[in-house]
């Protein structure tokens, strides 16, 4: 096994229970109790307390897989804490086994990361242990990494945190974890009876236990060590401030000669003690004076020649080596570095080069170890590491240099990923970087873009090393020529730079690639932002502000988000002020990271606020004029693009139409060459009404063809009703040219009028019928109101036929009870009247005994789409299908044809009502199996509160209390199923019965 895998393996082996171990039914009983009713349990008491000893014995008999992890100091970098907490959870849970790894290297924040592991564990039932938790109580980042895993770890794993302090779980004044059970010092402290057992074992029969517990308090260490009996015993014994380390000065180092006393603290570096190990360190005649110390009573274990002591043993000892000269010291730990690094321990091994001033060596073994602190992002590391070498690091240095440039793009300081890029081209060793890794090669290249660099960006592409980074930045180049996009191009690794490849699909346009979420977990965060973007694009505002706060109530957003696509999303939700806030906020932050690219985009931001918002033709126009006369700024074509797009509609409000032409059609070329499309259907609009502006009339087709056709590929119309918005004359002319009313554009004039978007030219009327609620027509979304109530029954009846049509016999029937005499029939003439006189011309017809709905409007109802929608989800399944069917149930929000009543009415009200019963029904099973129980209990909720009578909710109700851990809730959900079917003096049905006894078990 490879010697981290040592490390490691010594981090999660479960501390064994010494043999010497009294056993404490007393105390494992009560913690068994806690273990089994919390997820999280704190033990918390002072040192020697006997903590770890306590859990040891007792989680032996719970009868759990168990992981373990005895966390040190090291763990205060949390790359590492998430590797060693992967390894502990992999003994029980192989899946998850390289899941740190790929999640890190996509570059997620680590307390995302922590909660995905959390996920990753499942259903599986396991007891996870984390002693020495006090070595993390002062280190903020990584205390947030197990809260953030606790937060997220499933019901059936049980998590026991160990420690000498109180551990705050603490973000912005509000823990995330929940109120934490705590087993602490009194409870763990020894009873008469129990010390009486311990002090036997220790071979003390004469020792008086009660007088014992009484003056060490029951403290197992003060106890077993019998430090009470000693005359100096004091807090301040020995001479130490610590009472922990005056017993053990006073009852352990006493017994030894100085020349075993010196053995120990000169290999106190040593966390396990092996002759050879002793003599690497300099200390001589190691196995005779270890032979010696066999045969002492100390606080540690031997494993053949091996001794480890107790880490509070250990501990005290390093304290004492502390207190030597500080050459000796030095010594000391640079020895031990020199054996760390033959070990290939080799981020110890700097550590202790560092402790001991030897930076040369250190920077040697740094060069060896930087890129797996990098992979882990363990980024605190990493900067410690360069600033304390920064003295003799030099250009051979390739790896630090690179840990160097990756931490400058880590904290978005492009202009510092420059300067370091140059200065590695002035010494002649870029290429060489960009050879040795594909990854240096595309971080280079991507601040240089950032720089407008476009001709060091090909010479670091040309020199690069070939990989999956490269292929990202190669397609990344695509927004800039009009190059062939590479084979690879496009594809995600789960890699960093997946975000990266996300970006270039934003900017060409592909948005149904950017909602298709890759399939890794990790991927689907490093990539959330660009989803975002395309939420935008396509028009769902809401959906995109949701995502937006969830991002950044989980982490920093990053200047691209924060700087450009807040601005964005606040000019989408007609927030100007807050936009315009956002907007100068973000270019403080835009500008710090040295960044021409993003500078740019946001004076292109800037016109679009001052168009969209003002009209202000003029100070749109100036923004853009500082994007178009930049020294690079044409050199970024996805950029010119929109800049010439805006700037042709600012053109256009001014009448400016010969200009306007000739600059949109540069800009809709140059989006065509390049495949970018983003900004096409926007720009061929204006383009087209540009061109009928100038009396080109078949170019204008041409060019409102293109912005159609751009739309399609984007598979959304919203940027195209934006710019039709501004122009609506560009679609009425192409409705004028349309023989056939279902065409695209015709749909398209729908929609536009929906938005209070006056059209001229022939359009197929659309009629909403709302429904549920309330009763409402709408003709082209103004709200119109037949004068009688038997309208709005008459038009229901008709839109839920399959012809859309009845005879008029039907409707008596129907509308009336049957009732067929003159007063009847007037009265259906007088319904079929005040619609007509509503609805356009000719919308409903009266024909040879049949009244029809004319087939040259659209007639859209609320029951006509959840039943639509309930039908489309039977061809889906998982998440989709809830999400469908959740939008369905959403249409039903309130009572059918409210205030209105016929035969046909209630006939249709209570299948509909059965219709969204069955359907809640399904959702909530859906919603359990994906793992949303809160979801899953509120639907089971709403069913048996309109129909509580379903058993089959009462069950999914105690399977959701089941998953969350809450046994009372399972039992009292039971209840609540025998009482609701004891009206119908029936009882739950014996798999009802059978459920109950498996949860509870």
């Given at each position: 096994m490879p010697a981290t895998s040592r490390i490691i393996r010594r981090k999660i082996m479960p501390s064994p229970v010494p043999a010497s171990a009294v056993p404490r039914p007393r105390l494992e009983e009560q913690l068994t109790r806690l273990i089994r009713h919390n997820r999280v349990v704190c033990v918390y008491a002072t040192a020697g307390a006997g903590k770890t000893t306590a859990v040891a014995q007792t989680v032996r008999g719970l009868g759990l897989p168990l992981c373990w992890l005895s966390v040190d100091t090291t763990e205060a970098a949390t790359g590492r804490l998430?590797?060693?907490?992967?390894?502990?959870?992999?003994?029980?849970?192989?899946?998850?086994?390289?899941?740190?790894?790929?999640?890190?290297?996509?570059?997620?924040?680590?307390?995302?990361?922590?909660?995905?592991?959390?996920?990753?564990?499942?259903?599986?039932?396991?007891?996870?242990?984390?002693?020495?938790?006090?070595?993390?109580?002062?280190?903020?980042a990584s205390l947030a990494v197990v809260e953030a895993f606790l937060e997220y770890a499933p019901a059936g794993a049980r998590v026991v945190l160990i420690s000498r302090?109180?551990?705050?779980?603490?973000?912005?004044?509000?823990?995330?974890?929940?109120?934490?059970?705590?087993?602490?010092?009194?409870?763990?402290?020894?009873?008469?009876?129990?010390?009486?057992?311990?002090?036997?074992?220790?071979?003390?029969?004469?020792?008086?236990?009660?007088?014992?517990?009484?003056?060490?308090?029951?403290?197992?260490?003060?106890?077993?060590?019998?430090?009470?009996?000693?005359?100096?015993?004091?807090?301040?014994?020995?001479?130490?401030?610590?009472?922990?380390?005056?017993?053990?000065?006073?009852?352990?180092?006493?017994?030894?000669?100085?020349?075993?006393?010196?053995?120990?603290?000169?290999?106190?570096?040593?966390?396990?003690?092996?002759?050879?190990?002793?003599?690497?360190?300099?200390?001589?005649?190691?196995?005779?004076?270890?032979?010696?110390?066999?045969?002492?009573?100390?606080?540690?274990?031997?494993?053949?020649?091996?001794?480890?002591?107790?880490?509070?043993?250990?501990?005290?000892?390093?304290?004492?080596?502390?207190?030597?000269?500080?050459?000796?010291?030095?010594?000391?730990?640079?020895?031990?570095?020199?054996?760390?690094?033959?070990?290939?321990?080799?981020?110890?091994?700097?550590e202790e080069y560092l402790q001991a001033g030897e930076l040369r060596a250190a920077a040697a073994v740094a060069e060896q170890v930087i890129d797996t602190v990098m992979e882990r992002a363990d980024f605190p590391v990493a900067k410690h590491w360069l600033d304390r070498l920064a003295p003799v690091r030099d250009d051979e240095h390739v790896r630090l240099t690179g840990a160097e440039l990756m931490l400058a793009i880590s904290d978005e300081n492009?202009?510092?990923?420059?300067?370091?890029?140059?200065?590695?081209?002035?010494?002649?060793?870029?290429?060489?970087?960009?050879?040795?890794?594909?990854?240096?090669?595309?971080?280079?290249?991507?601040?240089?873009?950032?720089?407008?660099?476009?001709?060091?960006?090909?010479?670091?592409?040309?020199?690069?090393?070939?990989?999956?980074?490269?292929?990202?930045?190669?397609?990344?180049?695509?927004?800039?020529?009009?190059?062939?996009?590479?084979r690879a191009g496009g594809a995600l690794s789960g890699g960093p730079l997946d975000a990266l490849t996300m970006r270039v699909h934003y900017y060409h346009g592909n948005f149904p690639r950017l909602l298709d979420p890759p399939s890794l977990p990790w991927a689907v965060k490093a990539t959330e932002s660009w989803r975002l973007g395309a939420l935008l694009a396509m028009g769902h505002v809401d959906e995109a502000a949701t995502l937006y706060r969830a991002i950044c109530a989980e982490r920093d957003p990053g200047v691209w988000l924060y700087s450009l696509f807040s601005v964005e999303l606040l000019r989408r939700l007609g927030e100007p002020d807050q936009a315009w806030r956002a907007l100068l906020k973000g270019r403080e932050r835009l500008r710090a990271s040295g960044s021409v690219m993003?500078?740019?985009?946001?004076?292109?931001?800037?016109?679009?606020?001052?168009?969209?918002?003002n009209r202000d033709t003029t100070s749109a126009r100036a923004a853009l004029e500082r994007v178009r006369s930049h020294p690079v700024g044409r050199d970024y074509a996805f950029v010119a693009e929109q800049a010439a797009t805006w700037l042709g509609l600012a053109q256009l409000l001014d009448g400016d139409d010969r200009a306007a032409t000739e600059c949109l059609r540069e800009a809709v070329s140059s989006m065509q060459r390049g495949h970018r499309i983003l900004s096409l259907p926007a720009a061929a609009i204006y383009l087209a009404e540009a061109e009928w502006r100038t009396g080109d009339e078949e170019r204008s087709d041409r060019a409102s063809d293109l912005a159609l056709a751009a739309a399609e590929r984007q598979g959304s119309n919203h940027l195209l009703l934006e710019a039709l918005t501004s122009f609506p004359l560009v679609l009425s002319r192409r409705l004028d040219a349309e023989p056939d009313a279902d065409s695209p554009w015709h749909e398209l004039g729908r929609a536009l009028m929906s938005r209070g978007v006056a059209l001229a030219g022939p359009l197929a009327p659309t009629i909403r019928?709302?429904?549920?609620?309330?009763?409402?027509?709408?003709?082209?979304?103004?709200?119109?109101?037949?004068?009688?109530?038997?309208?709005?029954?008459?038009?229901?009846?008709?839109?839920?036929?399959?012809?859309?049509?009845?005879?008029?016999?039907?409707?008596?029937?129907?509308?009336?009870?049957?009732?067929?005499?003159?007063?009847?029939?007037?009265?259906?003439?007088?319904a079929l009247r005040k619609l007509r006189e509503v609805l356009p011309e000719d919308s409903v017809r009266a024909e040879g005994g049949l009244i029809r709905l004319s087939e040259h409007v659209v007639v859209g109802s609320d029951s006509g789409r959840l039943q639509c929608l309930i039908s489309q989800a039977a061809d889906l399944r998982g998440a989709d299908?809830?999400?469908?069917?959740?939008?369905?149930?959403?249409?039903?929000?309130?009572?059918?044809?409210?205030?209105?009543?016929?035969?046909?009415?209630?006939?249709?009200?209570?299948?509909?009502?059965?219709?969204?019963?069955?359907?809640?029904?399904?959702?909530?099973?859906?919603?359990?199996?994906?793992?949303?129980?809160?979801?899953?209990?509120?639907?089971?909720?709403?069913?048996?509160?309109?129909?509580?009578?379903?058993?089959?909710?009462?069950?999914?109700?105690?399977?959701?209390?089941?998953?969350?851990?809450?046994?009372?809730?399972?039992?009292?959900?039971?209840?609540?199923?025998?009482?609701?079917?004891?009206?119908?003096?029936?009882?739950?049905?014996?798999?009802?019965?059978?459920?109950?006894?498996?949860?509870?078990?």
């Open positions: 998430l590797t060693y907490l992967e390894a502990a959870l992999a003994v029980h849970v192989p899946s998850v086994a390289g899941l740190i790894r790929k999640a890190l290297a996509a570059g997620l924040a680590h307390t995302e990361v922590a909660g995905m592991l959390a996920e990753a564990i499942g259903d599986r039932e396991l007891l996870l242990v984390l002693d020495n938790m006090e070595c993390l109580a002062r280190v903020p302090q109180e551990l705050a779980f603490v973000r912005d004044g509000i823990s995330r974890v929940a109120w934490l059970p705590v087993l602490g010092e009194q409870d763990l402290a020894f009873t008469a009876e129990e010390a009486a057992v311990a002090l036997s074992r220790a071979d003390f029969p004469d020792v008086d236990p009660e007088q014992a517990v009484a003056v060490t308090g029951g403290w197992v260490t003060g106890v077993l060590f019998e430090a009470w009996r000693s005359a100096d015993h004091a807090s301040g014994l020995g001479g130490e401030a610590d009472p922990l380390h005056g017993y053990l000065a006073t009852h352990i180092l006493a017994q030894l000669s100085a020349e075993e006393r010196d053995f120990l603290v000169e290999t106190a570096l040593l966390d396990e003690v092996t002759p050879a190990r002793a003599e690497a360190l300099g200390v001589t005649d190691a196995a005779a004076r270890m032979h010696r110390l066999r045969h002492k009573r100390l606080p540690a274990a031997w494993d053949g020649l091996a001794l480890r002591c107790h880490p509070r043993f250990r501990e005290y000892l390093l304290a004492r080596l502390e207190r030597l000269d500080a050459e000796t010291q030095r010594a000391r730990h640079a020895a031990h570095a020199r054996l760390l690094a033959g070990e290939k321990h080799l981020e110890e091994a700097v492009y202009r510092l990923g420059v300067r370091i890029a140059d200065r590695l081209a002035r010494a002649g060793r870029r290429d060489e970087v960009a050879g040795s890794s594909s990854k240096l090669a595309a971080m280079m290249a991507w601040c240089y873009l950032h720089a407008g660099r476009l001709e060091d960006i090909r010479a670091v592409l040309a020199a690069g090393r070939a990989g999956a980074d490269l292929d990202a930045m190669r397609y990344c180049m695509t927004l800039l020529d009009d190059v062939p996009q590479p993003l500078e740019l985009l946001s004076y292109v931001e800037e016109a679009a606020l001052e168009l969209r918002f019928l709302t429904e549920f609620g309330r009763v409402a027509i709408h003709v082209n979304g103004r709200e119109v109101r037949p004068r009688i109530k038997k309208s709005y029954e008459l038009l229901a009846y008709l839109a839920a036929r399959r012809q859309r049509e009845a005879t008029k016999e039907e409707l008596v029937d129907a509308l009336f009870a049957g009732r067929h005499d003159d007063s009847t029939g007037a009265y259906l003439r007088q299908r809830l999400a469908t069917l959740s939008s369905a149930l959403s249409i039903a929000s309130g009572e059918y044809l409210p205030d209105l009543s016929s035969p046909w009415v209630e006939h249709r009200r209570e299948q509909l009502a059965v219709l969204c019963v069955d359907t809640r029904c399904e959702a909530a099973e859906l919603a359990f199996a994906t793992g949303d129980f809160s979801r899953a209990n509120t639907l089971a909720e709403e069913v048996l509160t309109e129909d509580p009578f379903r058993e089959s909710m009462w069950r999914l109700k105690m399977r959701v209390a089941d998953a969350l851990g809450d046994t009372d809730r399972v039992i009292a959900t039971y209840r609540g199923c025998e009482q609701a079917l004891g009206q119908l003096g029936t009882r739950p049905a014996s798999s009802t019965r059978r459920l109950l006894d498996d949860l509870r078990r």
